[in-house]
C-alpha cells in the first residue's frame, strides 16, 4: 500500500433516517416550525428511526404543524401516522409513522422536557440538504 492509499479517510456516511422523516420536518418548517431538529435514533433506541422535534410558538400553530406534517407526508408516501396523541391539548402533539416519530411542542414544553439533550448522543440529520419541496 502506498503512502498517499494510507490517507485516504472514508467520509461517514449520512445516518439512515426514513425519506419521510425529512419529509415531515420540511412540513414543520413550512409552517414555521421552531428550531426543527431530526435525530438519528435506530442505533440509540432500536423501536424507530427518527424523531423529528419541532415547536411553535402557541397552539393554533402547534396544530397548524401537525396537520401540516400528516398532509405532506401522505401525499408524498401515501402513509398515514400509526397514532396521534396529543391533539387535544395541543401542548405535545406526538405523530407515531413506527420508523419515526414527530413531536410537535408548545415552545414552553419542548423546553421543559428538552429531548434534544435527552437524546444529545443521536446524531442530527442535515434535513435541509437536497430539498426538493
Known sequence: ???SAEQVVERPARPAVPEPALVAARAA?????????????????????AFVITSGRNSRQVRTIAEEVEQRVREH?????????????LRWVLIDY??????????EDRQYYDLERLWSDAVR????????D
Do not use: I
Not at 77 to 89: D, F, L, M, N
Not at 99 to 106: A, G, K, S
Open 29 to 49: 418548517d413550512a409552517k414555521l416550525g421552531e428550531s426543527t431538529v431530526v435525530l438519528a435514533m435506530g442505533e440509540l433506541l432500536g423501536v424507530t428511526d
Open 125 to 132: 440529520v442535515d434535513w435541509k440538504a437536497d430539498s426538493t
Open 1 to 3: 500500500m502506498t503512502a
Open 98 to 107: 413506527g420508523d419515526f416519530l414527530v413531536h410537535v411542542f408548545h415552545e
Open 77 to 89: 408516501t401515501g402513509r398515514s401516522p400509526w397514532a396521534v396523541e396529543g391533539q387535544r391539548e
